[in-house]
């Protein structure tokens, strides 16, 4: 798991407050995906992003999440109003330009451990 | 809908003798599979992959096997060792072609292995 580098690594919000978990992809992949691990579930993919570009997020809640990869910066995932529901493990991985799936698969940070309460 | 399963939750298995870890899926348009070991408070580790024109690919101790007739495929470690002790997570995608996006992994709940010493 070492390059892909998520923080925090446990963060605490109480129902209707914002959650902002951020993913430094491994040095020179320009791509970013998010999945989501609810407790006794396997990861969930949610959203895919380029560089200021969100390619396909067909895996993500329509209300209250949202993602980011700025030019510069971290990728972002935020869910506003959060609640308890929303208590899950959330991993990010990074790939360069294109996923290749026979030298690159998909590589995951640690994870940022949310707990709603 | 789960379309990758696995069945069993959990394994318990002598040191020095094989694992077997098994791992169904529905969906005719997945071509290619993973397995991913993940530790506690850690993120999925990628460990083999297979391509659907293949039926077997090895790694050193890990083998795994796919049976697309019967759209099965499994994880061989031999010999077991103490350290394989993780959660075993198989993965499955479809080709991009397909237009499934080879980023979106689709994930299993996971068979928790347990080596003995």
């Known amino acids: 798991n070492a390059g892909v580098m998520q923080n925090p690594r446990h963060l605490v919000r109480r129902r209707g407050q914002e959650a902002r978990l951020r993913c430094s992809p491994m040095k020179g992949h320009s791509h970013v995906y998010w999945y989501r691990q609810l407790p006794e579930e396997g990861l969930k993919f949610m959203v895919y992003l380029q560089k200021e570009n969100i390619i396909d997020e067909s895996g993500m809640p329509k209300e209250r999440f949202s993602a980011e990869f700025p030019k510069e910066g971290p990728s972002i995932l935020r869910i506003q109003q959060v609640v308890r529901g929303d208590s899950a493990a959330y991993f990010c991985?990074?790939?360069?330009?294109?996923?290749?799936?026979?030298?690159?698969?998909?590589?995951f940070g640690n994870g940022t451990r949310l707990t709603v309460t | 809908d789960q379309q990758v399963k696995q069945n069993s939750p959990s394994l318990s298995v002598q040191e020095g003798r094989i694992s077997i870890l098994n791992c169904d899926y529905t969906n005719s348009m997945f071509d290619y599979f993973l397995w991913y070991k993940k530790y506690p408070a850690e993120g999925p580790t990628f460990l083999i992959s297979i391509s659907s024109i293949k039926d077997k690919n090895e790694d050193g101790r890990f083998t795994v096997f796919l049976n697309k007739s019967a759209k099965h495929l499994s994880l061989h470690i031999v010999p077991s060792q103490p350290g394989d002790s993780a959660v075993y997570f198989c993965?499955?995608?479809?080709?991009?072609?397909?237009?499934?996006?080879?980023?979106?992994?689709?994930f299993g709940k996971g068979t928790k292995l347990s080596v003995i010493p």
């Open positions: 993965a499955a995608t479809g080709s991009p072609y397909s237009g499934a996006g080879s980023y979106q992994l689709t």
């Open positions: 991985a990074s790939s360069p330009w294109t996923l290749d799936r026979d030298n690159s698969p998909l590589h």
